[in-house]
């Protein structure tokens, strides 16, 4: 049992500034990776920035110099600074985390309600 609870979007003009966050809570043994998805209308989730634990930070490359992703391991949370934002990031953005809850043997893949990001010309 995870809950996952986003903040932060809204209204922007291009070339604007907005921070996400999103926090996650419950029977949680451990937090394997956390991160950021978007779905523009008629388009297909695709990922946005992700901080494994451990690895390496990935970035879309659209996103790659503008975007800035991280995470507080001691609040279970992870934000996202998106900064020069442009028209094409206009989306609803999605908090993930790939969590181990107690007494599994597996990670799983929890998803935040979602936040409007509108970015105007």
């Known amino acids: 049992q995870v809950q996952m609870v986003e903040s932060g979007g809204g209204l922007v003009q291009a070339g604007g500034s907005l921070r996400l966050s999103c926090a996650a809570s419950?029977?949680?043994?451990?937090?394997?990776?956390m991160g950021w998805y978007r779905q523009a209308p008629g388009k297909q989730r695709e990922l946005v920035a992700a901080?494994?634990?451990?690895?390496?930070?990935q970035y879309a490359d659209s996103v790659k110099g503008r975007f800035t992703i991280s995470r507080d391991n001691a609040k279970n949370t992870v934000s996202l600074q998106m900064s020069n934002l442009k028209p094409e990031d206009t989306a609803v953005y999605f908090c993930?985390?790939?969590?181990?809850?107690?007494?599994?043997?597996?990670?799983?893949?929890?998803w935040g309600q979602g936040t409007q990001v509108t970015v105007s010309s």
């Open positions: 901080m494994p634990s451990g690895g390496s930070t």
């Open positions: 993930n985390a790939k969590i181990t809850i107690y007494d599994a043997a597996y990670e799983y893949n929890y």
């Open positions: 419950g029977n949680i043994f451990s937090i394997n990776a």
